[in-house]
């Protein structure tokens, strides 16, 4: 026969079976449990009355307490791994936000650079699964950082993006002379990044 340990809400009074109820996910240290009818938890309750439950609480809700705060760590840590990360070079701030936000919007991590010439060592203290880096910019060039960033890394695939070297023909040069994976032009396509993400870093299943 399961163990009962019947309570009654502090918040709406209803009496229930604390050893049947759910578990919060508020933004507390640990977990505690959740009202069915109103659906308060036991995080909003005077901290007396906290002290009060838990130190009542049979040792059976203790544990289950401790295993779905295990659960839940694990499931973050899973979570956290699976992400890839996605390196953002460009000294326009709006640009870096947009594209930032796209990328996570796709379920990547986003890291930021503004400034070329500090992207080489930031890639190689972060090492990013992919690199996005504008084209034109002052103190090094998007390509030529783009070289690199291939020399010194050259199993993270590099993306180029411009608004200004649009032709077929830079694509072509940036292929060939700067070792470039792909070649986007702005303002981005938030599709083609999708397309591009998921070819050159695609997540695990």
């Not at 002290?51 to 956290?80: M, S, T």
């Not at 699976?82 to 796709?106: F, N, Y």
Request: hydrophobic share 45%; charged share 25%; net charge negative.
């Amino acid at each position: 026969m399961k163990e009962v340990f019947e309570i009654r809400c502090h918040h709406c009074h209803a009496a229930a079976d604390a050893m049947q109820s759910d578990w919060c996910h508020c933004v507390a240290k640990k977990p505690s449990i959740v009202c069915a009818r109103c659906g308060a938890c036991w995080c909003t309750a005077p901290q007396k009355a906290q002290d009060a439950f838990w130190q009542y609480a049979p040792g059976e809700l203790h544990e289950a307490r401790e295993a779905v705060i295990a659960r839940r760590k694990a499931a973050l840590r899973r979570n956290v791994t699976a992400k890839k990360t996605v390196m953002i070079v460009d000294d326009d701030e709006e640009i870096r936000e947009i594209t930032a936000h796209a990328v996570e919007e796709l379920g990547y991590q986003a890291v930021t650079v503004e400034r070329a010439d500090l992207a080489v060592s930031t890639a190689m203290r972060m090492s990013p699964d992919l690199v996005i880096t504008d084209a034109l910019m002052p103190r090094l060039d998007g390509r030529v950082l783009c070289g690199l960033l291939k020399d010194a890394m050259p199993e993270i695939p590099v993306v180029i993006m411009t608004s200004l070297y649009t032709s077929l023909r830079y694509k072509l040069e940036a292929y060939r002379d700067f070792g470039a994976d792909e070649y986007l032009t702005k303002p981005i396509n938030f599709a083609q990044l999708r397309e591009v993400l998921t070819t050159l870093a695609p997540m695990a299943a």
